[in-house]
Nanobody, 119 residues
Framework: QVQLVESGGGLVQAGDSLRLSCAAS??????MGWFRQAPGKEREIVAA??????YYKDSVKGRFTISRDNAKNAVILQMNSLKPEDTAIYYC????????????????WGQGTQVTVSS
């Protein structure tokens, strides 16, 4: 059974940092990424990684860093200088094709973790 379990969300103030983790089990994914969905908005890609390839949404470039922990089959999202507009449910996704995952068509998804940034 393939599972993706996110952790690390919470309530922080603007300018603070959070570190999201996503542990995968049942399968090793070539590509992994983080998406988010704010109330009333569509789900959007935040960052993705496959080998040495990375992708970042423009609004998070320079603030967020995605990385893999291959030993733990996990993907990490380090979020610095958080802004209220970063408030959303963050979802982890895993797949085998980087470009497909970036478009939001990953086959496996986690349940999500809430990130709330107060001003």
């Amino acid at each position: 059974q393939v599972q993706l379990v996110e952790s690390g969300g919470g309530l922080v103030q603007a300018g603070d940092s959070l570190r999201l983790s996503c542990a995968a089990s049942g399968r090793i994914f070539s590509a992994m990424g983080w998406f988010r969905q704010a109330p009333g908005k569509e789900r959007e890609i935040v960052a993705a990684i496959a080998g040495t390839n990375t992708y970042y949404k423009d609004s998070v470039k320079g603030r967020f860093t995605i990385s893999r922990d291959n030993a733990k089959n996990a993907v990490i999202l380090q979020m610095n200088s958080l802004k209220p507009e970063d408030t959303a449910i963050y979802y982890c996704a895993g797949g085998s094709v980087f470009n497909v995952l970036v478009r939001g068509l990953a086959p496996s998804w986690g349940q999500g973790t809430q990130v709330t940034v107060s001003s």
